[in-house]
């Protein structure tokens, strides 16, 4: 029998400490893409809104990590490169990387900051679902993440719908 028959994957971890170190290495990148939309938006009417999303989002990778270290899963010292190469590829800002306000570079950025918080969705989902057979899984603490997700996506779309017109349309150039 190989690992994998056993409930453990080649490099001898659970498949649900896989997916929670890999969520923790994308959970990084997605604070510091926050923060660099953060920037992208401070001086305009929607800045505080951004800043604010940037706030909760480090706040759920910090909930993360207690999820994570409470179920006897934190991240080993081999992954920590890749969460800290993530995150100091994230702070560069690659997609906008001048902190435009207009056309592509600022849509692709507020479409990325929905697709991670899309993944953190779907995480806050799966976990929900294994509350329901594993007490060390906070199915309160779970259902609270995936509504404040639920708004967050709900407010990144709005913003990224609001403002379309300024960064594609002739008026808005």
Known sequence: MNAGQHGKGTTGESPLAAYLHSHLIAAAAGERLFEQAAKTWKDSPRGSTIARLATEVSADKATLE??????????????????????HLASLGPLNPFHART???????????????????????????????????????????????????????????????????????
């Open 103 to 173: 056309g592509a570079a600022e849509q692709l950025e507020l479409e990325a900051l929905i697709s991670a918080v899309t993944g953190k969705s779907l995480l806050w989902k799966t976990l929900g679902l294994l509350s329901r057979t594993d007490p060390r899984i906070g199915q309160e603490q779970v259902a609270n993440l995936l509504d404040r997700a639920t708004a967050q996506l709900r407010e990144l779309e709005g913003l990224l719908l609001e403002t379309a017109a300024e960064r594609f349309t002739d008026a808005g150039q």
């Open 66 to 87: 207690g999820i994570t270290e409470g179920l006897g899963l934190g991240i080993p010292a081999y992954k920590k490169p890749f969460a800290w190469t993530g995150a």
